[in-house]
Nanobody, 122 residues
Framework: QVQLVESGGGLVQAGGSLRLSCAAS????????MGWFRQAPGQEREFVAS????????YYANSVKGRFTISRDNARNTVYLQMNSLKFEDTAVYYC???????????????WGQGTQVTVSS
């Protein structure tokens, strides 16, 4: 069992930065691939970024590539999402998830966090 708790969301102006954190409980964190997803009002949840269990592989949605960076610290049971050059369209609830495979085409979520709101003002 893994419990995930996101933090770091908030209100930021377009062009600004935020860093999201996702703290995991349980001793098996390092065995999971981790991902960030987001859901804007009236839209389906979408993939943002993922990272393999050891941090060796990372994947990004085209819409955030070059602006967002996913990383993890297995010693702290935490995964991060550094978001730079934020745009109005990045506004959404951001969720972290634990899965068995990091590649987006293979991703299956085993656990979800409760989400953190990111609002970008234009």
């Amino acid at each position: 069992q893994v419990q995930l708790v996101e933090s770091g969301g908030g209100l930021v102006q377009a062009g600004g930065s935020l860093r999201l954190s996702c703290a995991a409980s349980g001793r098996t964190f390092s065995t999971y691939a981790m991902g960030w997803f987001r859901q804007a009002p009236g839209q389906e949840r979408e993939f943002v970024a993922s990272i393999s269990w050891n941090g060796g592989s990372t994947y990004y949605a085209n819409s955030v590539k070059g602006r967002f960076t996913i990383s993890r610290d297995n010693a702290r049971n935490t995964v991060y999402l550094q978001m730079n050059s934020l745009k109005f369209e990045d506004t959404a609830v951001y969720y972290c998830a634990a899965g068995s495979a990091s590649a987006p085409s293979s991703w299956q979520s085993d656990y979800w966090g409760q989400g953190t709101q990111v609002t970008v003002s234009s």
